[in-house]
C-alpha cells in the first residue's frame, strides 16, 4: 500500500474495536490452551477442539475486516481513481486466503 492510502484509506472504527474485542477473546482462548498444554493429563482431542475454535474466531475477523474493506474501499475506489490499486492489493491478500 502507498502512502497515500495510508493516509486516507482507513479501518472504519466501529469495525476496529468489535475486532479488537474478538481478538482479545481469542487472546484468553489461546492462552487457555497454553494452560491445557502443560497439563500432562491434556487428552489431544480437547485441545484440537479449542484450537478449532481459535481458528474460526479469527477466521471471524479477517471476515468482518474484508467486509469492512469491500463496502468502505472498495465500492468507492473508482470514484477516487484508484480502482486498480485496490483490486491488486486485494488480490494480493486472497492469494493467501
Known amino acids: 500500500m502507498n502512502?497515500?492510502?495510508c493516509k486516507t484509506l482507513r479501518l472504519n472504527p466501529e469495525?476496529?474495536?468489535n475486532a479488537c474485542r474478538r481478538l482479545l477473546?481469542?487472546?484468553g482462548h489461546v492462552e487457555g490452551v497454553l494452560r491445557?498444554?502443560?497439563?500432562?493429563?491434556v487428552y489431544c482431542?480437547?485441545?484440537?477442539?479449542q484450537l478449532k475454535a481459535i481458528n474460526g474466531a479469527v477466521d471471524q475477523v479477517g471476515k468482518l475486516v474484508l467486509r469492512s474493506h469491500l463496502f468502505d474501499h472498495v465500492?468507492?475506489?473508482?470514484e477516487r481513481g484508484d480502482a486498480t490499486e485496490i483490486v491488486n492489493?486485494?488480490?494480493?491478500?486472497?492469494k493467501y486466503h
Open 3 to 5: 502512502k497515500r492510502h
Open 15 to 17: 469495525t476496529r474495536d
Open 25 to 27: 477473546s481469542v487472546k
Open 36 to 41: 491445557m498444554l502443560e497439563d500432562d493429563s
Open 45 to 49: 482431542v480437547d485441545v484440537l477442539k
Open 75 to 78: 465500492a468507492t475506489a473508482q
Open 89 to 94: 492489493e486485494l488480490m494480493e491478500v486472497l
